[in-house]
C-alpha cells in the first residue's frame, strides 16, 4: 500500500494503524513537489481528509507541529518562487468603475447595453461579490453548489419602496416612486460552507446623480428577468464573466494598470479597499464581504492614502504620548 494512493480503503488501514499521521509528511510532500500542487491546493487537500475523520466519527488527528511546519515551508518555497505581491489582485474602486462608464461603456449605441454593463460593475462592487455569485457564462446556467443555485437570482433580488419589496422580476414597479432601498439574498457561498444564507441591503440616496442603487435600477426596471433568471442573465442580456473581465482589462490599461493584477475579483477587493479607507470597524468589514472568519478579509487588505493620512497625523501629534506618560505608565507602576 503506498500513501500516494488515499483510497478510502487504504485510508481506513492506516487509521486503523495509527499511523496516518507520520503518512502525511511524504503524502503532502509528493503533492506539492512531484505533482505541483499550490501551498493553498494542498491545505486543502489536508483539511478534506481531516473532515472525512471527524464525518466517520474518527478522533485521529492529523494535524501534527511536524505537518504545520511542513506547510509553512511550502509557503515560503511558493512565496519567493512565484512572489504574491505580483499575484493578489488590485482593486477596482467607484472611480474607476464611473471611469470605464465614460470611456468604454458609453461607446455601445444601445442605452440598455450601457445600463447593464455599468450595472455589472456597480452591482459587483457594492456588494463585494465574487464572479460567481452574480454573472453568468453565456448559457445562462447559475453555479449549483451542493444542490443549491449559489448564483444571484430575480426573484431574490428586492427593491424596496418604504418598507415594500419588489422582487427584481416585478414587471410593475411603483410609477412615479424611486426605491429607498435593495437587497439580496444568496441562499449559499463560499465562506457559508452550511447553508445559513446571507441578505444584505443597500439603501439609496438619491440626491447623488451617481447613487449605485439608481444605476442598478435603471438596469433591472428594463430587464424584462423572470423569477428563476439569474441577475445579469436575462432574457434581454447576458452580461457573461469574460465581458466583465474585459471591461477590468480595459480599466487596466485605460489607468497605465498592469493587467494580469486586475480581473473580476478586484471589484470585491476594491470594495474593501473602500471600506478600509473609510475606517470602517472590522466587524462591518467582515458582514458587507460575507467572510465567515473575521480574519479572512485581512488578505485582501491594501493600504489606502486615507490610512496614511491618520498614520501621520498620529505620529504628528507630540501631546498623544508624552514623557511623564511614559514615565507614569512604564517606570513607576509595578510590573
Not at 198 to 209: G, I, V
Request: charged share 20%.
Amino acid at each position: 500500500m503506498s500513501f500516494l494512493d488515499l483510497t478510502h480503503q487504504s485510508f481506513d488501514k492506516l487509521v486503523e494503524a495509527k499511523t496516518l499521521p507520520q503518512a502525511m509528511l511524504p503524502y503532502v510532500a509528493y503533492l506539492f513537489v512531484f505533482q505541483n500542487l499550490a501551498y493553498h491546493t494542498v491545505k486543502t487537500y489536508v483539511a478534506g481528509l481531516q473532515y472525512y475523520l471527524f464525518t466517520n466519527d474518527l478522533s485521529t488527528s492529523i494535524w501534527t507541529p511536524q505537518l504545520h511546519q511542513s506547510l509553512k515551508g511550502f509557503l515560503l518555497r511558493e512565496s519567493r518562487e512565484k512572489p504574491l505581491s505580483e499575484r493578489t489582485k488590485l482593486p477596482v474602486t467607484l472611480s474607476m468603475i464611473f471611469w470605464a462608464r465614460d470611456n468604454i461603456i458609453a461607446k455601445s449605441p444601445s442605452p440598455f447595453v450601457r445600463s447593464a454593463l455599468l450595472a455589472s460593475l456597480s452591482v459587483g462592487f457594492m456588494f463585494l461579490f465574487r464572479k460567481s455569485e452574480y454573472l453568468t457564462e453565456r448559457n445562462r446556467r447559475p453555479k449549483i453548489s451542493y444542490g443549491m443555485v449559489s448564483t444571484l437570482t430575480a426573484e431574490y433580488t428586492h427593491f424596496w419602496f418604504g418598507d415594500v419589496p419588489f422582487s427584481a422580476d416585478s414587471k410593475n414597479f411603483p410609477e412615479r416612486l424611486l426605491p429607498s432601498m435593495i437587497s439580496m439574498y444568496l441562499p449559499l457561498s463560499k465562506g457559508d460552507p452550511l447553508g445559513k444564507g446571507a441578505t444584505r441591503f443597500f439603501p439609496a440616496d438619491w440626491s447623488n446623480p451617481d447613487c449605485l442603487v439608481r444605476i442598478a435600477y435603471i438596469y433591472i426596471s428594463q430587464a424584462c428577468l423572470n423569477p428563476k433568471d439569474c441577475l445579469f442573465a436575462g432574457p434581454r442580456i447576458v452580461v457573461t464573466m469574460a465581458m466583465v473581465a474585459d471591461m477590468i482589462k480595459l480599466i487596466a490599461i485605460g489607468n497605465g494598470l498592469p493587467q494580469h493584477r486586475l480581473s473580476p475579483h478586484s471589484l470585491r477587493v476594491g470594495g474593501l479597499v473602500t471600506l478600509m479607507a473609510a475606517d470602517v470597524p472590522d466587524n462591518l468589514k467582515q458582514l458587507a464581504g460575507r467572510w465567515a472568519n473575521p480574519k479572512s478579509f485581512l488578505a485582501y487588505a491594501r493600504a489606502t492614502m486615507q490610512q496614511f493620512k491618520t498614520i501621520s497625523s498620529s505620529l504628528n501629534d507630540k501631546s498623544l504620548v508624552t514623557a511623564d506618560e511614559v514615565k507614569r505608565f512604564y517606570v513607576n507602576i509595578p510590573k
